[in-house]
């Protein structure tokens, strides 16, 4: 899988938007972006994934840009629930031999400040 | 419905002891990982099965570790010999299908401190 940067930590206030960003320019054109977030004391958690599309479901929205090259989480209205380790992972889209699994990085460390 | 679980949650260890770490996937779910987390780290692959069959093992790291699913449905990591660098977080996780488009739904961890 490609490799994903991603800022070590971020801060927000409680009922704020926040924007994770992930960069990923050695994505392939056949690679998804998906996100898992992983609370304290936790096993990951799915949150969404996406190829070229934005996409929106009932925990955030995924915003891909235009050459795929980098793509941001977003957090409409951040809660005290939303701290945790956020990953951005790329999956090939072709199943086979060492594509199954998740590669993770070290994420980012979100804080919610109430 | 029932997520993934996983026994124990918590797990002590002699140096030398073996262990047995068990992980029961979410009913229906075709394949299931072992993932390892040391403290501060992302988690990393270790060894995939699909069904019964284990497809992949490469993450593995040493022949210590053996992972068995042998009905298709509930896993057992073994680790044998337990060191201190085995202590960490071993997560398990299920998927409905082997398409790469599918979630992979994770249990909340066997904690392992090897003493």
Known sequence: DAKTTQPNSMESNEEEPVHLPCNHSTISGTDYIHWYRQLPSQGPEYVIHGLTSNVNNRMASLAIAEDRKSSTLILHRATLRDAAVYYCILRSAYSGAGSYQLTFGKGTKLSVIP | GAGVSQSPRYK?????????????????????????????????????????????????????????????????????????EDSAVYLCASSFRTVNSYEQYFGPGTRLTVT
Not at chain 2, 13 to 22: E, F, S, T, W
Not at chain 2, 39 to 60: H, I, M, R, V, W
Not at chain 2, 65 to 72: D, L, N, S
């Open chain 2, 12 to 84: 002590v260890a002699k140096r030398g002891q073996d262990v047995a770490l068990r992980c029961d996937p979410i009913s229906g779910h075709v394949s299931l990982f072992w993932y390892q987390q040391a403290l501060g780290q992302g988690p990393e692959f270790l060894t995939y099965f699909q069904n019964e069959a284990q497809l992949d093992k490469s993450g593995l790291p040493s022949d210590r570790f053996f992972a068995e699913r042998p009905e298709g449905s509930v896993s057992t990591l073994k680790i044998q010999r337990t060191q201190q």
